[in-house]
Structures are given as structure tokens and as C-alpha cells.
């Protein structure tokens, strides 16, 4: 961010050896590959899709509830080239393909209500959407819904080095073209050269979740500030993606 005339976010994360930016304790590059610590991998309700649970975080916000991995450096590390292998194992189990514009979050709500019911007893609630056949509906760590074509990047977020995701999309698309590149940002990392280059490596969609709009109370919720971060939704529009 520095590089491009912004300021450093509040990237402070919790090692053995004392606080540390993110990036440099989270994110590493050898042999032409990006690693990252991951604390989990797995089908995540109710967003219905494979989340990858990120070490590190650009933000230190007061409420988060993933601190204990996203301020901490804490997790496994895995090259982009392991990612990819999970995503196509994952890919495999699909039992719904949504087209790129349902590659958000929020469109899951129309499909199931992950109670469980025409699985375990046979019949549906009265609220079921009715959408999705019993074998469409299947068991994840937290719960039973569908398992849309999508991977989501969580947890804690260094978009700002779009490096990683980049290059991550790419070997995610060439493994599986049919699943969608989702990344659930804060939106500090958005920078129009990051979007750039976010896309050119195959990102599809983002989850931007704007903490506050009012600049002070932003800042004292997440230790940095919104500035360009408000400007993000036109650019990812504008920019053609989800």
C-alpha cells in the first residue's frame, strides 16, 4: 500500500517474536509461489460455499469475532498450488452451479434454510424455498445446505497484496474454470492497480464489508482509515465484477 502512496493499515499481528505486519508474518513468496497461513478450509453456512479461513488481518477491529487467528499469525502454511488441489477436491462435490452473478453471499438465502429436514425425515419445513433436491443438500462442519460452485477468501484479509489472490484465482480457474473466485474484504486493499491486477489473475466477486462510513468512527473501530474504501463499489462495478 505504502508503494502506491497509501498509508500502512493496522496490520499489527501477534507472533512469538512480538507484533508484526501482517504481510510479512502471514504471506510469504518462494520458488515463484505465494503461501499463506490458512487456519480452515470448509464448506461454510450459511454462505453455502468452500470459505478458506485466512492468518492476518489489515484491520485490528474492536468487534471482530475471527481475532483469534486474524490477529494472530496461527494456521498452516499452503502455496497457492495446494489451494487449488483442495478447490478442485471440493469442485467434485458440488451439487449446485450458480452463474456469476449469484457468486455473492446473500444469494444463498434463496436456495435453503439448512435445516436439515427433507434429509433426515423426508419432508420439507413449511418454509423451505423448495428450490433444491434432498441430494442436493449435504453435511459440513457447520451445518446441512447445498455446496455452490463458488470459494470464498475469509477470515482475515491482506488484500492489499493482490499478488497472492491474484495468483491464487489463476491456479484456481485452471484446475476448475466452473468455480467462481470470491473475496470477502474490508475493501482497505482495493486500490484501482489492485483491482487490476485482482483481475487479471481471475478474481470474480467480493463480499465488501464497510465497517462505518463516518471516517472518525471508522477509525476507531478498525485503526485505520475508510477513505478509498467508499470509493471500492463503483470500482468493482465499473470494473465488471460481481
Not at 56 to 73: D, E, I, P, R, V
Not at 116 to 140: A, Y
Request: glycine share 8%.
Amino acid at each position: 500500500m505504502e508503494a502506491q502512496g497509501y498509508p500502512k493499515g493496522s496490520c499489527v499481528t501477534e507472533t512469538p517474536e512480538g507484533l508484526k505486519p501482517a504481510c510479512q508474518v502471514t504471506l510469504k513468496y518462494e520458488g515463484g509461489l505465494w503461501f499463506r497461513l490458512i487456519e480452515a478450509i470448509h464448506l461454510s453456512r450459511p454462505e453455502d460455499y468452500l470459505s478458506i479461513y485466512q492468518s492476518g488481518c489489515n484491520h485490528t477491529c474492536l468487534k471482530c469475532h475471527s481475532w483469534y487467528f486474524t490477529q494472530k499469525a496461527t494456521g498452516t502454511w499452503m502455496s497457492t498450488e495446494r489451494i487449488a488441489k483442495i478447490v478442485a477436491d471440493y469442485a467434485e462435490k458440488i451439487t449446485v452451479k450458480e452463474p456469476k452473478w449469484r457468486a455473492t453471499m446473500w444469494h444463498a438465502t434463496d436456495l435453503c434454510r439448512h435445516c436439515g429436514m427433507c434429509v433426515l425425515t423426508g419432508e420439507r419445513h413449511p418454509l423451505c424455498p423448495n428450490v433444491l433436491k434432498p441430494d442436493q443438500v449435504v453435511l459440513s462442519p457447520q451445518g446441512w445446505g447445498p455446496a455452490r460452485n463458488i470459494v470464498a477468501f475469509t477470515g482475515g484479509d491482506i488484500a492489499c497484496r493482490a499478488e497472492f489472490y491474484a495468483q491464487a484465482a489463476e491456479k484456481i480457474k485452471k484446475e476448475c474454470s466452473d468455480v467462481w473466485v470470491l473475496l470477502e474484504t474490508n475493501g482497505y486493499g482495493l486500490t484501482p492497480k489492485n483491482l487490476e491486477i485482482l483481475a487479471s489473475g481471475g478474481v470474480d466477486s467480493f463480499w465488501l464489508d464497510i465497517k462505518a462510513y463516518d471516517e472518525e468512527v471508522y477509525r476507531k473501530l478498525c485503526g485505520t482509515t475508510n477513505k478509498w474504501i467508499l470509493e471500492a463499489p463503483k470500482l468493482i462495478v465499473d470494473m465488471g465484477f460481481t
